[in-house]
């Protein structure tokens, strides 16, 4: 298991592993890509939540399964692992309710003006109208970049305090976001629509920093950004640029382009920034189904079982 420091143990996963295998050996190791093959040798399944897996990586350890323990895969190698036979797994369906919430508290905080609320108080001002405007959500619009589970618990939620939805999502035709409670928009409508724009898409070559200096001139100076997804999804200097120039009112950022980021990371002194630690996935019972599903689907995968969190369903037959 890779970057065991994640939760702080393995134990549960030890645990899991010995009920669904016989003769089990789960080890943890912490390192970076570059040094699995010294530090690993051979392993059936190669377990991750961050480090990268490489082609290199595979060939060195001949395992059969590389499992990320969360929803993204993004650094691990799928075309290389479905050329060797090598089965990747997530855990695709974990942590909608939290990720929900957490977007809707992000935009809110920001919507209100909490943050700048707070800082000036502290200062000693005590003005009502410092954060203004500040409209109701009845009259905004919250928009989505992708329109998958957690996206959709965050629209039932802002859905229910009065924004209209839309979303962007070209993997959804039009009737199916309509289903699904959102007012389907291209792109470029969505960024010129949207009083808060989340980003729930994941991170793909046609994805990174998709939201550039041109996308983000194309929000209203009042909008919201918010970004639970991936941290590359956004260029983060377009981003300092536009809120420094007041072309934004704010950002609520789960992730980043570097996590842990620098300390000198601009977006984390602003008060029109939100920064939290890849913490959205987060509750006692998330993590929970998180380790326990992660080790389900991986064994199963291991199996040569259809499983759901398979990525690369092509190379069960050569289980």
Known sequence: MLDPDWFGDVDAERDHFRDLLD??????????EDEIPDRVGEA???????????????????CQVVSR??????????????????????VPTYCNDEVGTHIVSL????????????ASTEDGTWEWDLAAPIHP???????????????QAAAERAR???????????????DELEAKGATPVSFEE???????LSLNTPLTDETEEMIDADALA????????????????????????????????????????????????????????????????YSTGSEETLRRRGTEIAVAALRGEEVDGLVNTDVLGEA
Not at 44 to 62: I, N, P, R
Not at 69 to 90: F, L, N, Q, S, W
Not at 190 to 196: A, E, F, H, M, R
Not at 221 to 226: G, K, Q, R, T, W
Request: proline share 5%.
């Open 69 to 90: 323990y969360a929803t993204g895969i993004d650094g691990i190698d799928v075309d290389a692992a479905t050329e060797r036979g090598v089965r990747v797994t997530r």
């Open 218 to 281: 194309r929000l209203d100076d009042n909008a919201i950004l918010i970004n639970t997804s991936r941290g590359r999804v956004v260029d983060e200097t377009a981003l300092i640029n536009a809120l420094e120039a007041d072309e934004l009112r704010g950002a609520g950022l789960d992730v980043l382009a570097r996590e842990p980021p620098d300390p000198d990371n601009p977006l984390l002194s602003r008060d029109d920034v939100i920064a939290t630690p890849h913490a959205a996935w």
């Open 160 to 174: 229910a305090l009065g924004f209209d939805v839309a979303s962007h999502d070209p993997y959804l035709s039009d």
């Open 190 to 196: 969505l960024l010129d629509i949207s009083d808060v």
């Open 107 to 118: 935009a809110m905080a920001l919507s209100r003006g909490l943050p700048m609320y707070d």
């Open 23 to 32: 003769n089990v050996v789960v080890e943890a190791i912490d390192c970076q």
């Open 44 to 62: 059936d399944l190669l377990l991750s939540h961050y480090t990268g897996v490489s082609a290199e990586v595979m060939d060195a350890t001949g």
């Open 137 to 151: 959500p009845e009259r905004q619009t919250f928009g989505f970049l992708a329109f998958g589970n957690k996206a």
